[in-house]
């Protein structure tokens, strides 16, 4: 027997979280556009909305943080000024009502007030912890959700913002904060149903979240992907839509790569392998959160909201030749431990891992040569002096007896990864990659394929970055949609 559904079971199953980046809140008329998204889908359903900072304004806050830190007294003042004329600007041309003005300015007064305060004790005291560059870090997500929610409210779509530190609970790793989903759960099911039942649409900061103790946190830089994620799967939303400034996933990124083309489908394997190796499209955890519901998320432009998009869903749609799309990671450095005399220093393996573990350094790939004269792994360039630093502790003893002869860090390279399941079932895609590669003269430093066999990564100098990806694009067909 087919129960009738519940009002609560249809809000759920219908409900849409939406998340705008950067540039689609980027100046007035880019908010313009989003309210208008907005409105229209929550007239036929309910919707969540996150948004981020005006683009640009999460790097401004942090070079202020670090000025401050430095001791620069001005740096608070001068940022709270600039941006509050940027926001107050945006304010008075989306927002007509002059109540409605108001009470956005006096939200964005309180938030510029504690970032100016922030700012001046850091100067003071010359010091930045991460608590507070977090603190810092979200004023912008902070400032524009009000307005936000303003401009949607504009247009007759009743909207409330609410900050995410009364829904996302995490753990306490400033910077890098981890949800726990079942608090996250709970805190969003009951500060978020209520308004979806009065028909409100709450909009919400991305990027932050709060550990159990209260303690304001981000999720990493371009977090707010992973807040839209993380939100859907908490308030099992039906679908999670991703809008940005590109027309979806494409098969490399478009910077680079000008005849890149859009992908209609994509599995949640190959979408997390692109973000994992650098395309900036997607947060590298943003599918974490929704694998096990499996939801489907979509990557859309909000500049162009008449394209489809990209959809990603757990198995995606297999295309014939294997390889999806390419993507290059290049803020990231080498770094070596060898030497003829590590084969008799015991768990060199172990010992390396275990220290890029307890700095919590992302290790993004790792290459062993079979004489084990050297162990080669890369690490995001923000991670590799403290890396460094702490494996030449670990490993002092065996250095000072030239048992490890070096521990080095190269920083101009880059990784480009081939993605695509169905790789799996098609012999010679590494051969083809590299005699590409080989008649470009292309470097190959390192390579590695992953036992899922549905990427294929290697390691290239920082300038060769642009032609192997162009190279390995022509190659493999993906300039050509049909193929
Ligand atoms: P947002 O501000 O909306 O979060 P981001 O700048 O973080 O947007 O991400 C979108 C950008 O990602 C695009 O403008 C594009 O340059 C870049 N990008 C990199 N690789 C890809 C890819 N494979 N597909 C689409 N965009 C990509
Ligand atoms: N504003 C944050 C950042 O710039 C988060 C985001 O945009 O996703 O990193
Ligand atoms: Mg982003």
């Known amino acids: 027997m087919v129960l009738p559904r519940s009002p609560l079971d249809k809000m759920k199953a219908q409900l849409q979280v939406m998340k705008f980046g950067g540039t689609s809140v980027g100046d007035a008329a880019c908010i313009a556009r989003t309210a208008q998204i907005i409105a229209k889908a929550a007239r036929s359903r309910p919707c969540i909305a996150v948004v981020s900072a005006m683009s640009g304004v999460t790097n401004r806050l942090i070079d202020a943080a670090k000025r401050a830190a430095e001791g620069d007294t001005e740096a ?5 000024a600039a941006l509050r004329t940027q926001h107050d600007s945006a304010l008075a041309s989306l927002v007509s009502n002059d109540d409605a003005r108001k009470a956005v300015r006096e939200k964005m007064d309180d938030v510029l007030a504690e970032g100016r305060r922030l700012c001046d004790g850091t100067a003071l005291l010359r010091e930045l912890t991460p608590r507070t560059l977090d603190a810092i870090s979200s004023l912008g997500e902070r400032l524009s959700a009000p307005l936000v929610a303003a401009a949607v409210s504009e247009l007759g779509v009743p909207s409330e913002s609410v900050e995410a530190t009364e829904l996302i609970v995490t753990d306490a790793y400033h910077g890098g904060a981890e949800p726990l989903m079942d608090l996250t759960r709970a805190k969003s099911e009951a500060r978020l149903r209520p308004l979806l039942a009065k028909e409100i649409t709450p909009l919400v900061t991305g990027f932050i979240g ?3 103790d209260g303690k ?9 992907d992973y ?6 799967a908490a308030m099992d939303a039906a679908e999670v839509i991703i809008w940005t400034d590109v027309d979806g996933v494409l098969t490399a990124d478009p910077r680079l790569v ?3 083309q859009t992908i209609p489908e994509i599995s949640y394997r190959e979408a997390a392998e692109l973000a994992y190796f650098g395309a900036k499209v997607l947060h590298p955890k943003t599918l974490n959160p ?3 519901a499996a939801i489907p998320v979509w990557i859309r432009n909000s500049f162009a909201p008449e394209r489809p998009g990209t959809k990603i869903t757990p198995h995606g749609r297999s295309i014939g030749g294997g390889v999806k799309a390419l993507t290059a990671i290049r803020d990231v450095a080498l770094i070596s431990v060898g030497g003829p005399g590590i084969v008799g220093v015991p768990d060199v393996v172990g010992r390396t891992f275990s220290t890029t573990a307890e700095l919590r350094a992302n290790v993004l790939l790792i290459s062993q040569s079979s004489s084990q004269n050297d162990i080669c792994f890369i690490v995001s360039s923000a991670d590799a002096a403290k890396t460094v630093e702490a494996l030449r502790k670990e490993f002092a003893h065996d250095l000072a007896h030239h048992k490890v002869e070096h521990i080095t860090v190269d920083p101009n390279i880059a990784i480009v990864a081939v993605v695509g399941e169905n790789m799996r079932g098609t012999p010679g895609i590494a051969g083809k990659t590299f005699n590409a590669l080989g008649r470009e003269n292309v470097n190959l430093i390192a390579i590695a394929q992953g036992s899922s066999e549905s990427n294929i ?3 290239v100098e920082e300038k060769a970055v642009k032609s192997a990806l162009l190279t390995t694009h022509r190659e493999f067909g993906l300039h050509n949609p049909a193929s």
């Open 76 to 80: 608070g003042a001068a940022i709270v």
């Open 290 to 292: 929704v694998v096990q």
């Open 457 to 459: 990564s290697f390691v």
């Open 227 to 232: 807040s839209a994620t993380i939100l859907g």
């Open 210 to 212: 709060a550990s159990e």
């Open 216 to 224: 304001l946190t981000t999720l990493g830089r371009g977090g707010s």
């Open 258 to 260: 000008p005849d890149a």
